[in-house]
């Protein structure tokens, strides 16, 4: 698949992006043994009969923990088919559905939190993506945000890592909208941490 995300002004072509056929099962493996999620699971915290959307579940490696946790309903959107196939096997419970972060196709306030994982530097429009985020999740809820970075990042995932000026844009447009903003900087991700009514509640991993 080619498209163009708002973090390059040239298009991209991979696997990662639109994940498909023999290449996309091949991007899946590696994501599911280089994305490890624990540290991210527990920032988002999520609470006994929460509702929890996944933005971009891939291979289902998140959607598998959040499926294991105290959650009332686990939900995610990925835009490929045999992504979703695949996440299926890791989590049947799960109601999984194609979309994007900009079209997630849920309704208005229908999650208490929401999170992605090195999916935002992919996504055409950053700010169309946030407001479908404040949209689909309640007032005071929450949303976890991580991409590629951290403290220890692996040499393979080194290359994404992305500027400062556009992890402050992040960082602003969750501000935005969600109000409290918490920047952590997690073992192999950059973590951005929003919302909360009486602010986070997410604790430090």
Do not use: K
């Not at 695949?86 to 999650?111: S, Y």
């Not at 949303?143 to 080194?158: F, N």
């Not at 400062?164 to 844009?169: G, P, S, Y």
Request: hydrophobic share 40%; charged share 30%; with cysteine.
């Amino acid at each position: 698949m080619t498209t163009r995300p708002w973090t390059t002004d040239r298009s991209a072509r991979s696997a990662f992006v639109l994940p498909r056929g023999l290449r996309g099962r091949l991007a899946a493996r590696v994501m599911l043994r280089m994305n490890r999620q624990d540290e991210v699971a527990r920032l988002l915290d999520v609470q006994p009969g929460e509702r929890v959307l996944e933005i971009g579940y891939g291979p289902g490696g998140l959607i598998r923990r959040l499926s294991g946790s105290a959650a009332g309903r686990v939900c995610g959107v990925d835009p490929s088919p045999e992504m979703r196939e695949m996440a299926r096997a890791h989590a049947a419970n799960a109601d999984l559905r194609l979309g994007t972060a900009e079209d997630t196709g849920f309704g208005d306030a229908e999650f208490d939190c929401a999170v992605t994982v090195n999916t935002v530097g992919l996504w055409p429009c950053l700010e169309r993506g946030l407001d479908e985020l404040r949209r689909v999740v309640r007032p005071g809820g929450r949303v976890v945000i991580a991409w590629h970075g951290g403290r220890r990042p692996p040499r393979l995932t080194r290359r994404f890592r992305l500027p400062d000026d556009q992890l402050r844009r992040i960082e602003d447009g969750l501000r935005a909208r969600f109000g409290n903003v918490v920047r952590r900087e997690l073992s192999d991700v950059t973590a951005f941490a929003a919302g909360g009514r009486q602010g986070l509640r997410a604790r430090p991993p």
